[in-house]
């Protein structure tokens, strides 16, 4: 049943008139389009919160996921990707981490009692089972064991953090809180028209997502012109989008999430150049450090403004090291000025998400279509900004879900698909699009920083609130 206080082009009385576009992206959609898609977003919204919120659920995923990643690794001519274990989070949720790894401040390992206590162990004795990550400068060092259980890497970590050494279990970083399973997205019959603009050149946005598709839409969005496949290397860069193993055309776990991104990016700035980084895998997965190194990557090829819409929750709430190198990295390039922005998690939760946690990064929670705290939506001290993550209308790729997505697959139908979205992963981009469009005046993107957050409407735990495009 539609909420009748929604209605086409209405605006919600408690969004600040003096905050910026606040007037500039009117609901398009018929009323009857509206009371359709509020069906989809409903059971959507519902899914999203029992995947974050489920202990059983969660469980179940983590499963899934390891059995689908032992079987790529089974089939692989070349087994290089990493085995994922399920580890137990402070609160109680399974939660994965690179299997037998620890990551190591690189200058922990001149300390000769660090020494002596790896050497006891043992731990990473041999050449390799030491690995300093050259897209982090070697300051990070991956530590190898494949031996020792999942709960001796977990008491060697805690004996070295409390005597002050900077070292902790090599987190996966998902775009959701086990990828996007059960809260993917929704078809819808509404579309949008490509506004016509032109680039503003000033301001390259980066995606650190799960890449983007490789063909090219007919409708104008997420066009070469507009999303440059980052020079060199296109084919790292694209998103895979459907499983080798089933029929043509059944989508991975994170198909299309990368150019779902992209596109509210740009419903919110049309003119933004956006280069996108692929550091996530087919069920929207890596492990911090890929997602690290792509973070300074970008920074290094010249983006003035990186939307991560993934994160994690750590085993101890401490700050993952690999991003917290990578934001140092990114200062000392010269990248002071670069507006890093990231999704502030679908767990429900108080305790930080990673990397939005981070002081250096804006974090943006989620809303409703009418500025209430989406109850998945994860909240805080932490947090720096809201805005509606609610059914999001975004461009989308063609194929049926996989049935680990959805228990009754949907199917999209190309050439032009668009979806219906929800989580902080939609949050996210409007605020990296705001701050683009911001810098069209001259502005810095931390300058944009400071000026889109000296208005909004204060929300306790969800910091400034804003509205942009309008949600479900």
């Known amino acids: 049943m539609s909420n009748p206080e929604h209605s086409p082009g209405q605006l919600p009385a408690w969004w600040d008139p003096d905050q910026p576009f606040v007037d500039d992206y009117p609901e398009t959609r018929s009323a009857q389009q509206l009371s359709d ?7 959507q919204v519902v899914n999203l919160g029992l995947r974050g919120q489920d202990a059983s659920i969660r469980r179940e995923l983590v499963r899934a996921i390891i059995q689908r ?18 580890v137990l989070s402070e609160r109680g949720f399974e939660m994965l981490v690179a ?68 070292v902790s279990r090599n987190h996966i970083a998902p775009s959701g809180p086990v990828g996007k399973a059960l809260a993917g997205p929704e078809p819808t019959e509404a579309t949008l028209e490509f506004p016509a603009t032109d680039p503003i050149g000033d301001v390259d ?43 043509p055309q059944v989508l991975t776990m994170s198909a299309g999430h990368g150019s779902s991104v992209a596109g509210v990016i740009q419903r919110v700035e049309p003119g933004s150049r956006i280069l996108v980084y692929r550091a ?21 090829n010249g983006a003035g403004i990186l939307n991560l819409s993934l994160g994690t929750e750590t085993v101890d709430d401490q700050p993952p090291i690999a991003m917290q190198v990578a934001l140092e990295l990114i200062d000392e390039h010269g990248g002071d000025e670069v507006a890093i922005v990231a999704a502030a998690g679908n767990y429900g939760s108080t305790r930080p998400c990673w990397p939005a946690a981070f002081r250096r990064v804006v974090s943006v929670a989620s809303l409703t279509w009418d500025g209430r705290p989406s109850d998945w939506s994860n909240r805080g001290f932490w947090i720096d900004c809201s805005t ?34 929800s989580g902080t992963s939609f949050a996210a981009p409007q605020v990296a699009g705001a701050i683009a469009r911001l810098c069209r005046t001259g502005r810095t993107p931390r300058q944009a920083v400071r000026e889109l957050l000296r208005t909004g409407m204060s929300r306790s735990d969800f910091g400034k609130a804003f509205r942009f495009l309008p949600g479900t």
């Open 37 to 43: 898609d509020q069906h989809r977003v409903r059971r």
């Open 69 to 86: 990643r032992n079987m790529r690794l089974a089939s692989a001519a070349e087994p290089t990707r990493q085995l994922f274990e399920p």
């Open 99 to 166: 299997g037998g790894e620890l990551l190591i401040r690189s200058e922990a390992l001149e300390d000769p009692r660090v020494q002596e206590f790896l050497e006891a162990v043992p731990f990473g004795q041999a050449e390799d089972e030491r690995e300093f990550i050259d897209g982090l400068d070697g300051r990070v060092v991956r530590l190898i064991n494949r031996t020792l259980p999942s709960d001796r890497l977990d008491d060697v970590a805690r004996f070295l953090r409390r005597r002050g050494v900077q």
């Open 205 to 247: 946005v980066a995606i650190v997502d799960t890449g983007i598709a490789a063909d090219t839409r007919a409708d104008g969005w997420l066009a070469q012109a507009y999303v440059p496949r980052d020079g060199n290397q296109t084919g790292p860069n694209e998103d895979p989008l459907y499983d080798p193993s089933p029929p």
């Open 280 to 300: 996530l895998d087919e069920d929207g997965l890596n492990d911090e450090v890929q997602v690290a190194i792509a973070m300074v990557q970008a920074v290094r």
């Open 388 to 421: 509606v993550g609610e059914g999001l209308l975004t461009p989308y790729v063609e194929g049926v879900e996989s049935a680990l997505i959805d228990w009754e697959p949907d199917r999209f139908t190309g050439p032009n698909p668009w979806a219906l979205w």
